[in-house]
């Protein structure tokens, strides 16, 4: 999935030792589809050359203000206009001082000025020059003229001080280029997302819990996020990294997942419950690790287990206009039970999956699912990478808010 397909970025790069990053960069924009033009000021020059930027971007790299042109057109007025996103990376001390006070001198610092669209500033540079209180008040001033600057990344800076300053990853640059590029389809919705298996204690050691890894619910929550909703990831305990612009709560057993969700539903518009919730817990939770003598026979020993509360089950008493979206991980009578679940929790939409098919359900990267809607029809979709079952999820929750 190329997600900056169509895109035109303008991308300036000043003179900086982290401008060999943005080589990096160009290329991984390239491949998300984006056309990319450089710019490059003077001093970006002495670190890397035009024609590294050239061979990567495929594109002639603008470094001139005042270059005799074979057809009409204005470089940094043309420029301006072409963007979808100015991008500058890295920008150094001078050129956010430059941009926030309307200086315009060379190629890249006119097109600052003649730029309409969103332009991005991600500064890279000795910890002394970030916090000195000019380069702050700079920042602050750009930030309110409505530019969007991005936090440096702490660390060893290249001239051996420790501090803030470095260039952040540069897989960050990307995420943040492709939020701010990614059109707003879902603005201003309230979305909790659940993902994950719950754990419910046994003792101080052990637990009854699922094979879940959370990948789908994390997708979800990914791109519902890109789409501009706000997002309320509740997350049991999985080892997965919180997506961009995503607010996340971490819970561990059904009843803290239950609680979480009750507290952030009366705001939300929408739930997605793609959580693998335990059914039961143990009755008595033991303060000490069980002996294996204690409570044991020759055979073994039996577990009591207590009924949890079925979360979606609630929400479905209290839903409102909101939009309920289920999960349903079966591994016989798909369609039979999945249409029981959607009418039991009075759901909008339930997402069933075979989870003992191949390429399906717990883990893989994959998913092969049915949508059951409240309106009785049905849609089968193929094998299809989760990441695009997401978008594919949200569209059709979109088209239910819509009517
Ligand atoms: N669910 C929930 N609370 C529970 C159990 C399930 O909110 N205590 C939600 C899940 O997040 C999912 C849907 O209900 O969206 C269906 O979950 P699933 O485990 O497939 O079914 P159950 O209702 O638990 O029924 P069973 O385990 O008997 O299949």
Redesign the pocket.
């Known amino acids: 999935m190329k997600r900056l397909e169509g895109k035109n970025i303008v991308l300036g790069v000043t003179g900086g030792i982290a401008a060999y990053k943005a080589v990096d960069l160009v290329s991984r924009l390239t491949k998300e589809g984006a056309n990319v033009d450089v710019v490059m000021t003077k001093n970006a020059m002495e670190f890397v050359t035009p024609l590294t930027f050239q061979t990567i971007s495929k594109n002639k790299v603008n470094t001139e203000l005042f270059e005799c042109l074979d057809h009409y057109d204005i470089n940094h007025i043309s420029l301006g206009k072409k963007a979808d996103l100015l991008l500058i990376c890295p920008a150094t001390a001078n050129i956010l001082a430059k941009a926030a006070h309307g200086i315009a001198d060379d190629l890249l610092s006119t097109t600052v000025l003649a730029t309409h669209g969103p332009v991005m500033f991600v500064p890279a540079m000795n910890v002394a020059m970030y916090e000195n209180q000019v380069t702050q008040d700079n920042i602050k001033r750009l930030k309110e003229l409505g530019y969007s600057v991005m936090e440096p990344a702490e660390g060893t800076l290249a001239c051996g001080d420790e501090g803030k300053g470095k260039l952040p990853p540069v897989e960050d640059i990307l995420e943040e280029v492709v939020f701010t590029l990614y059109p707003k389809d879902l603005l201003g919705k309230k979305i909790i997302v659940?993902a994950g298996p719950t754990r419910e204690r046994l003792d101080p050691v052990r637990f009854l819990s699922n094979r879940s890894t959370g990948k789908m619910g994390f997708e979800i929550a990914y791109a519902a996020a890109l789409l501009g909703a706000e997002v309320t990831l509740v997350a049991g305990p999985v080892s997965l990294q919180t997506p961009p612009h995503v607010k996340r709560v971490d819970v561990e057993s059904?009843e803290d997942m239950k609680n979480a969700v009750l507290k952030a539903f009366p705001k939300a518009d929408v739930v997605i419950?793609?959580?693998?919730?335990g059914?039961f817990r143990p009755k008595n939770v033991s303060e000490h690790k069980i002996k294996k003598e204690k409570g044991a026979t020759e055979e073994g020993m039996t577990l009591e287990l207590t009924k949890?509360?079925?979360?979606?089950?609630l929400l479905g008493q209290q839903k409102g206009n909101k939009i309920l979206v289920?999960?349903?991980?079966?591994s016989q009578h798909l369609e039979e039970?999945a249409k029981k679940?959607l009418e039991e929790?009075n759901l909008d939409m339930i997402v069933a999956n075979n989870i003992i098919q191949k390429g399906a359900g717990f883990g893989t990267d994959t998913n092969i699912v049915k949508i059951f809607y409240r309106d009785g029809s049905l849609e089968s979709l193929k094998k299809i990478l989760k990441t695009e079952l997401a978008f594919i999820l949200l569209d059709r929750i979109k088209k239910r808010m819509e009517g």
Not at 273 to 277: D, P, R
Not at 308 to 313: A, E, F, H, Q, V
Not at 326 to 330: H, W
């Open positions: 659940t059904a419950k793609s959580a693998a919730v059914d949890n509360d079925d979360i979606l089950k289920g999960f349903a991980a079966e039970y679940k929790k």
